[in-house]
T-cell receptor
């Protein structure tokens, strides 16, 4: 079955540092890939997505590129802010009638001033 | 902007009681989902629902769980006899059509079983 593996956390960075959160996946076919963010006590917010190989998703300074050759979708941001502190989930979804999402374990990011 | 809504935001119940969690998906969406997230853990798929029937369900979704779309707008998750381990955040999600892969998630219902 499908699976998503994220780098273990927690990750602690200073403000303006460079962020990378690794995500690799195992899936048949060509899933779509997503990053979701969850702030404390809140639900899941879609951060960015990519639907095919070599697509780059971007939003709010975050980027991730769909790399089929390495089955990866690493999240990056050039300069993090304290407000980026949250849990980040990598996920994949297939275009099937069920279309369920498979999530990684989540990576907790704390950004210190 | 249309959004998925869920009620209640927090439900506290006694072990063995039945609970119904409610969701209102985005109005033109055809596919509906429930996920759960035990505190501090990953988000897990429970069930998908399309055309008034279950499309797929996970091992977690046993006979204690059921889903229903009673009136064309609400989508409910019922847990017949809650257990302590059912305590979690439950997320509803909806998707517009087969060719559209993005799911829109609701804010979640936190279920606490005492």
């Amino acid at each position: 079955g499908d699976s998503v593996t994220q780098m273990e956390g927690p990750v602690t960075l200073s403000e303006e540092a460079f962020l990378t959160i690794n995500c690799t996946y195992t899936a048949t076919g060509y899933p779509s890939l997503f990053w979701y963010v969850q702030y404390p006590g809140e639900g899941l917010q879609l951060l960015l997505k990519a639907t095919k190989a070599d697509d780059k998703g971007s939003n709010k300074g975050f980027e991730a590129t769909y790399r089929k050759e390495t089955t990866s979708f690493h999240l990056e941001k050039g300069s993090v802010q304290v407000s980026d502190s949250a849990v980040y989930f990598c996920a994949l979804t297939h275009l099937t009638n069920a279309g369920k999402s498979t999530f990684g374990d989540g990576t907790t990011l704390t950004v210190k001033p | 902007e249309p959004e998925v809504t869920q009620t209640p935001s927090h439900q506290v119940t006694q072990m063995g009681q039945e609970v119904i969690l409610r969701c209102v998906p985005i109005s033109n969406h055809l596919y509906f989902y429930w996920y759960r997230q035990i505190l501090g853990q990953k988000v897990e798929f429970l069930v998908s629902f399309y055309n008034n029937e279950i499309s797929e369900k996970s091992e977690i979704f046993d006979d204690q769980f059921s889903v229903e779309r009673p009136d064309g707008s609400n989508f409910t998750l019922k847990i017949r006899s809650t257990k302590l381990e059912d305590s979690a955040m439950y997320f509803c999600a909806s998707r517009e059509r087969p060719s559209y892969n993005e799911q829109f998630f609701g804010p979640g219902t936190r279920l606490t079983v005492l």
